[in-house]
């Protein structure tokens, strides 16, 4: 018997997503490609010539200096390419050493994603967090204290999952170049907001190996669009197996069958958005949560002052599970902060809406 169609999670109280609502173009391109395979280019290759287009746009968000040159490609979110460059570190690492099975490390912040734990426990590397300043961003010196001839890689983070924290990133390259270590920037979520902000590090001058930039997150792209960039080829190059029967020789991703959906919907979101519309979303992101965090503290919360448009206060759980009965998708820190993400459909008057509630609540 046919069941009833469920209905996708609306946004209208989504607070904890780092996804959201495609831009229409970007969710008809989507669904035009719904059927090919990027991981096939010599079959499918107007996604092929699509995925191109992506990483260029990709790296012209970055400020990598010639876009069109840019190593790369379209992952099927963070967590892949953030495997894939710790992997590639750990290769060319080895490569360059000799060094065997277990005895390359990565050193990250204690803020960086679950992402990097799974690589080390797949790539068998030593992964070595090290703790963060007083302001939630990688202690440099803990980081340099940490590094030594077994690193293949150092990771900054420049948009932390829970309190959107940018890493001192010129910094940590100068440490892992003095190693003999690459440097890795994670920027899944903050990297379509980071071209709006003061940002002292790019592909030409930090210098960043290779960067996680995903498009399903603040990129307003379907679901899945993750991105991985590379300063050199060499870094895709040290991924790549040999691919017998298919027309082209080798694959660089981790993924055979990839999704052109998100490949395409990644490039139209982009062509849709890039400058103006990305500007203005991160523009509004930014006011969304000051205001946010302003009334929080209006209210006597200790809050953790928005760098990137993600707001934590400490709320205590009552109120946390209250707001969670209310149908507000609501999150937390470690730490146990409530913890609000401001996508581009968080409006200002889905947060009024919130801060009623919450009042309500308080009564
Ligand atoms: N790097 C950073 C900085 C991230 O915040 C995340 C995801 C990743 C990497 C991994 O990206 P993928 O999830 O695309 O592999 N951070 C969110 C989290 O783990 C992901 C998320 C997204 C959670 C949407 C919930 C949600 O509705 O919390």
């Known amino acids: 018997m046919r069941q009833p169609e469920p209905e996708p999670q609306s946004f209208d109280r989504v607070l904890s997503s780092m996804c959201t609502e495609p831009h229409p173009d970007a969710r008809a391109a989507a669904e035009r490609f719904l059927a090919t395979n990027p991981g096939d280019p010599a079959t499918y290759e107007s996604v092929a010539e699509l995925e191109a287009r992506a990483v260029a746009g990709l790296a012209t968000l970055a400020d990598h200096p010639t876009p069109a040159d840019a190593a790369g490609y379209v ?27 277990g005895e390359v490390n990565v050193v990250a912040p204690e803020s960086a994603h679950f992402s990097f734990t799974k690589a080390a426990a797949l790539l068998d590397m030593e992964l070595r967090t090290v703790p963060l300043d007083g302001a939630h961003r990688a202690d440099t010196d803990a980081v340099a204290a940490a590094v030594d001839d ?22 940590l390259a100068a440490i892992a170049g003095e190693a003999g270590a690459r440097l890795h920037v994670d920027a899944a979520w903050g990297g379509f907001v980071l071209p709006f902000t003061d940002r002292d590090w790019s592909f030409a001058d930090a210098p960043v190996d290779t960067l996680t930039i995903d498009p399903h997150k603040f990129g307003q792209a379907p679901v899945p669009a993750g991105g991985l960039l590379a300063r050199e080829d060499a870094a895709l190059d040290a991924l790549a197996v040999d691919t017998p029967y298919l027309e082209t020789r080798s694959q660089a991703t981790l993924t055979g069958t990839r999704s052109g959906a998100g490949v395409a919907g ?19 992101a930014a006011d969304n949560a000051d205001w946010l965090a302003e009334g929080l503290a209006d209210r006597g919360y200790d809050v953790v002052e928005p760098e990137l448009p993600l707001v934590a206060a400490d709320v205590p759980e009552p109120t946390f599970a209250a707001l969670r009965d209310a149908g ?19 409006t200002r008057s889905t947060l009024r809406a919130f801060l009623d509630d919450l009042d309500r609540i308080r009564r």
């Open 75 to 101: 992952t099927s979110g963070g967590t892949e390419a953030n495997i894939q460059a710790v992997r590639s570190a750990r290769n060319r690492h080895r490569e360059a050493t000799g060094g065997g099975a």
């Open 150 to 171: 077994a690193t293949a890689l150092v990771v900054g983070v420049a948009g932390s999952t829970e309190y959107g924290r940018v890493d001192p990133i010129p910094e």
């Open 266 to 284: 990644a490039v139209a979101a982009m062509d849709a958005l890039w400058p103006d519309g990305y500007r203005e979303a991160a523009e509004r």
């Open 328 to 346: 507000w998708k609501v999150s937390r820190t470690g730490a146990g902060e409530l913890r609000v993400v401001c996508m581009p459909h968080v």
